[in-house]
């Protein structure tokens, strides 16, 4: 529930609580998925392991009542290692956000999930909600733009019922994620975030961004 799904967010040292503007914006903090203008689209695949795979898709619409989002993933075994081991094991996971605007530059936004997952013999399902918040201003503005250059969020993830696979319990990741964004100028962006995972100690994350072009941008993060 907590593996990464964009490449701009792993570049940012994770760091995008406060900053939360495109459609990554659905796992780390949904409240800023208002900030898409008409669209957004991604797909991703990514090799976990020897056989193991990863599957993100997910999608944003900016309408007059707000912003609607889609994500869909998939965990599965390869085809190989499912055919000579016979061990079946897949987690599929569905989100549906909405997030709004309720004062100026400052939003709200919601998460509901739907969570399935396929271990062996045992499968168990639970409903998963996240919930965010983004506010916007301006403080010691470089960029001579007329919007916020700075933004705070928060995200609480994986608030839900616990899973149950045979006799054994397990609870949904808790995360709290605090945020800060700084736009120094109208390409660059520093990030810095706060992450509390239920029974790890707290982490943080730090990046800057230079957005070069439509093609290549620049990144550098640490965690």
């Given amino acids: ?5 964009s490449a701009r967010v792993a570049g940012m040292g994770y760091a995008f609580t406060g900053v939360a503007d495109d459609g990554s914006a659905i796992e780390y903090n949904p409240a800023g998925l208002y900030r898409i203008n008409e669209y957004y689209m991604s797909i991703m695949h990514l090799n976990l392991g020897p ?7 997910n999608g944003a619409l900016d309408t007059k009542y707000g912003t609607i989002g889609l994500g869909l993933s998939f965990i599965h075994l390869g085809e190989e290692e499912d055919v000579s081991t016979g061990f079946d094991y897949l987690d599929f996971m569905s989100s549906l956000v909405y997030s709004r605007e309720i004062y100026p530059n400052f939003s709200l936004g919601s998460a509901f999930k739907f969570f399935n997952s396929t271990i062996g013999e045992y499968s168990t399902s639970s409903v998963i909600f996240d919930f965010g918040a983004l506010y916007g201003f301006k403080f010691l503005d470089l960029t001579g733009l007329n919007e916020p250059n700075m933004y705070v969020g928060a995200s609480f993830k994986n608030i839900g019922s616990t899973f149950e696979y045979g006799s054994a319990q397990e609870a949904p990741p808790l995360t709290q994620r605090y945020g800060l964004s700084y736009k120094i ?5 520093i990030a ?13 994350g ?4 230079n957005i070069t072009g439509k093609i290549l941008n620049l990144r550098l993060g640490y965690q």
């Fill in 1 to 5: 529930m907590n593996i990464c799904t």
């Fill in 51 to 57: 056989e193991v795979m990863y599957e993100y898709i």
């Fill in 185 to 189: 100028s109208e390409t660059m962006t």
């Fill in 192 to 204: 810095s975030d706060a992450i509390k995972e239920a029974n790890v100690p707290m982490k943080f």
């Fill in 206 to 209: 730090f990046g800057i961004e």
